[in-house]
């Protein structure tokens, strides 16, 4: 069973940067796709960022030219730098890895004060 463990979140003001890590307990090599969820207080859960086994990358339209989707194959770890935050970015964040099965953090809170 992967876990997947979120970290760095927290509060900032507008324009501030945050960056986000999610360590997973084996390695993410596995997984097709690994990336970065969030869910605003009663709004559906909606994707943030992607990044596939190729490196390849898809972001949100609304978070383009703002956030970053790395990761780190030996540390088996997910990035998202967040730049320029916004108030709109407040959310809770979850981590998603897609392979054979899918799996989820249990999220960490961004909190973005205008």
């Known amino acids: 069973q992967v876990q997947l463990v979120e970290s760095g979140g927290g509060l900032v003001q507008a324009g501030g940067s945050l960056r986000l890590s999610c360590a997973a307990s084996?390695?993410?090599?596995?997984?097709?796709?690994m990336g970065w969820y969030r869910q605003a207080p009663g709004k559906q859960r909606e994707l943030v960022a992607v990044?596939?086994?190729?490196?390849?990358?898809n972001y949100a339209e609304s978070v383009k030219g703002r956030f970053t989707i790395s990761k780190d194959n030996v540390k088996n770890t997910v990035y998202l730098q967040m730049n320029s935050l916004k108030p709109e970015d407040t959310a809770v964040y979850y981590c998603?890895?897609?392979?054979?099965?899918?799996?989820w953090g249990r999220g960490t809170q961004v909190t973005v004060s205008s």
């Open positions: 084996g390695s993410i090599f596995m997984f097709n796709a």
């Open positions: 990044i596939r086994r190729s490196g390849m990358t």
């Open positions: 998603n890895a897609e392979g054979v099965s899918a799996y």
